[in-house]
């Protein structure tokens, strides 16, 4: 370099290997940044609402509130924290399944016209990534289970792991009884929240749960059933028609809605809850059964605009303010709540 500090002619800038370190360091950020959001997708925290069956059994069971010495209502915030803590557990495992079913179906992914967007299948997140992310996450939320929770809810959740990853490799190519798997996965939570909880599950909760999970799985099948290349993408498909599934829809819809109201009625519900009139949380019910049976099938005047039937669900004004009216319903009359 010459004297008065000036590049020689045809010599690189001095800051140039400066301004190139940057640059890749940059580079390096960013690629880091957008393989996390990937795996935040790919875990799929939209559809962990499915979790909160965990907290089912908590919640009818009255224990979501407890008295204090003046008698009025607050948090019970051991049972409430237990409840939170199996559903954070359920979150983690599902998370887990999610990344590896993208993983082991990542070429079918490829050739669907939403899915190949997924960050496994787009190449966003590295396969050999995205492996010991799912194990690391099975290894937590099982750690959680035994050393917070107790054994034999981590039994449960376990259980529902080795499910899930019979499901993901081999038994999701099997028609009906991959739904079937599906609803049993819906049952193990429910179990597996009054695990936590120490509270007793009744056999109502669990026809009601096993009834609703078919319903619900049925209408995931016949949501795939209207995209494009869906033998393809989900081999178990061919092996259904949408005859088929209207029927099984229709069987399992007015299953779920005649137990959950049978289950109202029951004298030893009543008795139970100290009240006649759970009977009226049936109509949201009711509702939330035909909104989802419009939404699967195209017909509430929107289209198939969603990945799932969760997410259809989820952005459905009418069915998100139906769920929210049921709750608050329930909580009113299962709590013996008043205005003031």
């Given amino acids: 370099m010459p004297p008065d ?4 002619p045809g010599s690189k800038p001095a800051h140039a290997d400066a301004v190139a370190a940057d640059g890749v360091a940059s580079v390096g950020a960013l690629k880091k940044s957008s393989v996390i959001r990937g795996l935040v997708k790919t875990i799929r925290p939209h559809q962990w609402v499915k979790n909160l069956f965990v907290m089912a059994p908590m919640f009818f069971h009255k224990d979501l509130f407890s008295s204090t010495v003046q008698g009025d ?4 915030l051991r049972v409430t924290g237990q409840a939170i803590l199996g559903t954070g557990v359920f979150c983690l495992l599902a998370g887990a399944v999610y990344t590896i079913n993208d993983l082991v179906d990542v070429e079918a992914d490829r050739v669907h016209p939403v899915k190949r967007h997924r960050p496994i299948a787009s190449g966003a997140v590295p396969e050999n990534f995205a492996w010991p992310f799912a194990i690391s996450l099975v290894f937590v939320a099982l750690a959680i289970s035994y050393f917070k929770l107790n054994l034999a809810f981590a039994g449960v959740a376990l259980l529902y792991f080795v499910e899930n990853l019979a499901y993901s490799f081999k038994l999701k190519k099997v028609a009906y009884l991959d739904v079937g798997l599906i609803a049993f996965g819906f049952v193990l939570r429910v179990v597996a929240g009054g695990l936590a909880t120490n ?10 749960t096993a009834l609703l999970a078919l319903f619900l799985g049925f209408g995931k099948r016949r949501h795939e059933l209207e995209g494009e290349h869906a033998g393809k993408q989900r081999s178990a498909l061919e092996a259904y028609g949408k005859r088929s599934l209207t029927i099984a829809l229709a069987v399992t819809g007015l299953a779920t809605a005649a137990t959950y109201i049978a289950y ?5 519900t009543e008795a139970f809850f100290q009240s006649k009139y759970l009977w009226l949380t049936a109509p949201f019910t009711v509702f939330g059964i035909v909104r989802f049976l419009f939404l699967v099938s195209g017909r509430a005047g929107r289209g198939l605009k969603a990945e799932s039937p969760t997410q259809e669900m989820l952005s459905d004004v009418l069915f998100v303010l ?3 009216l049921w709750v608050l319903v329930v ?3 299962v709590y013996r709540l008043r205005p003031g």
Avoid: E, F, H, K
């Fill in 5 to 8: 500090g000036r590049d020689s």
């Fill in 73 to 76: 209502p607050s948090l019970n």
């Fill in 199 to 208: 509270t007793q599950v009744s056999w109502y909760m669990i026809a009601c």
């Fill in 264 to 268: 109202t009625l029951d004298p030893s």
């Fill in 322 to 324: 139906n769920l929210v």
């Fill in 331 to 333: 909580v009113a009359i």
